[in-house]
């Protein structure tokens, strides 16, 4: 048997926060067994922030230029993510590479999401880099975060085909709408304890 309890999540996004969004919606639908515990953002302007607010939920821009190191910066993440006592990090656009020590900080309780079919085309511009390739499928991976770019374990994958006369914009809209089915059902998982990190390999438990 799975024990599901109420987790607490930590969400980190530059931008928009669309999937922060869909993360909220799933869960004030009572359909993942999470809440946003607290919201942050290395931009000040972030979309993000203004529907944390909206939805009431603690949400901090932590600006990288007061900061010495990625590991400094890191740790002030870390500090707030604690105080909020947040069970799981969902990384929802945010355009930054974890430092070691966030990652071995919250081990395994860390996931991404990214805009491609990893491991092809990572970085920031998946979207635009398979249309570039030519590629006829892309999609959608949401993985557990480790120390490289886009390379953690993948929990949850959903292929997404690349039509004729796709733009970046119209691709990336698509890609989209597969994140906000991926992403919360991932938190799902991982929330009734059903994730099983088997070396590279996500083992998913019966659900
Ligand atoms: C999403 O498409 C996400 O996959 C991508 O940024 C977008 C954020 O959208 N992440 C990356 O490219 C990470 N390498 P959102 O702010 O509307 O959720």
Not at 166 to 182: F, G, K, S, V
């Amino acid at each position: 048997m799975c024990e599901t309890k109420m987790i607490r999540l930590g969400v980190l996004a530059s931008g928009s926060g669309t999937n922060l969004q869909a993360i909220i919606d799933s869960s004030q639908a009572g359909k993942i067994p999470a809440r946003v515990a607290v919201v942050l953002s290395d931009k000040a302007d972030a979309f993000a922030l203004k529907r944390a607010e909206k939805h009431g939920v603690p949400h901090f821009f932590v600006d990288p230029k007061k900061f010495d190191s990625r590991e400094d910066y890191d740790e002030e993440l870390i500090r707030i993510l604690k105080e909020h006592q947040a069970d799981l990090v969902i990384l929802a656009g945010f355009m930054r590479l974890m430092s070691s020590l966030f990652v071995q900080t919250f081990r395994n309780r860390v996931m991404n999401i990214h805009p491609a079919l990893l491991p092809s085309f990572p970085g920031t511009h998946g979207v635009r880099d398979a249309l570039d390739y030519g590629v006829k499928v892309s999609g959608v991976t949401v993985h557990f975060a480790d120390e490289g770019l886009d390379t953690g374990p993948i929990i949850l994958q959903e292929a997404v085909l690349v039509l004729e006369d796709d733009t970046e914009e119209t691709l990336h809209n698509r890609i989209h709408q597969a994140e906000y089915r991926i992403y919360p059902e991932a938190v799902r998982l991982f929330a009734e304890g059903k994730l099983k990190i088997e070396g590279r390999r996500v083992r998913i438990l019966g659900d």
